[in-house]
Every structure is written in C-alpha cells, then in structure tokens.
C-alpha cells in the first residue's frame, strides 16, 4: 500500500526513526519528513536515512501531511498532539508511540480525539537514539491501537492498514485496558528490575559485593534496570494510578512467598512455581501459522463510535485484524465494513463476538461464493 502525501515523524529517536525506515520500506512512502527540537537529533536521522527532509519547526513538518506520527516524551505527548492537530487539515490522521494511553486521550478535547488515535508498538531496544533504529523494528510484533468513541472511521482504516504495511499487527484495546495491562508486562519490571540491582548493590556494607557474584539469571533478569532514566521517570509517572496497583498487587503477591518460605511449606512453594512454569510455556508460545482468509462482513450503524466498538472488541478478544474496508454509505443510516481475519475459527469467534453485541454478521472465506 503507499500514502498518497507526506508522512511527518515528530521525534526522531529509536522509534521515531525505525518508524521512517519502516515507512519508506515497506510502506511505500516517499516522503518521510521530520522534526525534533534537538538539531543534532534532526541532522542524524536525515544522515541514517530514517527521514527524506529534516525540518526546523514542527509546523513545517507537519503541514500538507497525511499522516503524523509524534514521538516525543510521554510527558510532553499530548500537548505536542494538540499542537499537530492544529497545524494539520481535517484529513491528517495523528497517532503516537508511548507506552500509556488513557492520560493522553484524557487530556484532548472531543473535536481533538476525531483525529487522533493513540498507538504502542509493543517492540523497541534498551539502547535509544536514532542510531539504533530498524526498519525491520516492527514485524511480527503487536501494535496496540486505542481508537475512541469520536474516532472518525476512515482515519482509523487508513492508520490500520499503514501499521499493517508496516509489518506489525494491529490490535485495538480500551486505553485503560492498556494501561493496566502495560503496567504489569512492561513497566512493572523496570521497577523491579531496578529494585533487584538496588538491593544487591547494597549488600557492600556487608562483605563481599553481590552484584560481583551474579550469574546469568540475574543478569537476564535485570537486564532492563536504569535504562534511560528520564524517558522510564517520564512514563512511570504518565500511568501512575495503574503501576502503583501493580507494584501494591506484585507487594501481596511476595509476601505470600514469604510466609510460605518462613513457614516450611514446601507443597505451596512446589504449586507456586509449577504454576509459574504453566505461565512461562504459554508466554512462550509461537503464533500459529497464518490459516486462509476470511472475510467478516458487518453491517454498522453510521454512528460515531461504531468502529471503535467493534475493533476493540475483537481486539480484546485476540481476534487479528489483518485487513479492513469501510463502505461508509456517506447519507445512509448504514454502512458495511468488510474484515480479513485468519481461519475458519477465527472468523467464528469475531461472528459470535459482534452478534452478542447486537450486530449482523455474515462470514465467508475469501473467493468462496456465498
């Protein structure tokens, strides 16, 4: 697929430059243009090819483009979104790639949120800048997209289908959902990745060092601890309400472990890593080979919040998305939007789950008449 206009990347680092790469190579664009407040920033990703035009405002980078991608700091995000929005034309869909979503969203008006729909590519390194970046960052990796109740259908097609050029796979989800969610996986372990270093660096007092007796299991174990200080500082504090529950939660969690170490109860220690055993084979797990098309058609009301409804209730359902139409029936009460998923039994689930909310369904494979 190819965009027919400019693409503007706001923030140039690790992900804002793998974004560029990606873009220009497997998303057909040809003109990636960029900005950064950092100079130096601007003149390494034009250097390593990440952009086709260095700009020096963000308003020269954004004007005429079709589609924006802001990477800036999650604590500067939204009002750098606002700033896009009102640079850009009614038909320049706005995104972002930060890793909590509800305090963005909350902080954009109604008006603001048609045009803007929050993104995570759940991918990235522990090394930044724009040095590191990939165009290859992005494939096979799940691309969290939050599309609100006032997201205008087209704009969440064209950012879908761009995501898929991409390489990843786009999955919508409640911007709370997200959050809880990235609470757990994500920024949780930063936190105790940090803690764990914290606590055996300070065993000094006390004799030998222990981070000068670690093995490779803490060494993988704490292998994202005080990585990028400012950017995990930034982000803690973006999605604070849900880290702080997780880490309240993960506090509960050890101290069952602990009265279990101290009472000698050595079936629940058993059960207790078993389970954990049954987690990590799952967490494991390669996805399946992708099955024939299916093509899921539902007839949608013209209604705002109808494609958001849907798309997040397939995503929350792990039900893929690999492709989608919108035949918006513009002054008709009804529309249809045509999806492409994997399989039989994935075009089942996606029937029964929009048939329990109300919607007509109609399930086919792809080329087979009806």
Known sequence: MSIDGPVAVVGVGLMGGSLGLALQARAGVTEVRGYDPNPDARAAALARGAITVACDTLQQAVEGARMVFVGAPVSVTADTARAVLHATSDDCVVSDVGSSKASVLGALRADERERFIGGHPICGSERGGVDHAREDMFVGATYFLTPSEETRPELYERLHRVVGAIGARPSAIDASAHDRILALVSHLPHVVASSLIHQA????????????????????????????????????????????????????????VEAAVRAGDRDWLHDFISVAADGRAR??????????????????????????????????AHVNIEDMQLRSGAGEEQGFLSLIVSGEGVAAAAHDVLVALGYEVHTEQVGIDA
């Open 201 to 256: 660096a300070a065993t000094v007092p006390h004799g030998r060092e222990a981070l000068r007796s670690a093995g490779p299991s803490f060494v993988d174990l704490t292998r994202v601890a005080g990585a990028n200080p400012p950017l995990w500082a930034d982000i803690l504090l973006s999605n604070a309400d849900a880290v702080a529950a997780a880490i309240a939660d993960q506090r509960d969690r050890l101290a069952e």
């Open 283 to 316: 967490l494991r797990e390669t996805p399946q080979d992708v099955d024939a098309p299916w093509r899921v058609l539902i007839a949608m009301a013209n209604r705002p919040g109808a494609l958001s409804q849907i798309a997040t209730a397939l995503g929350h």
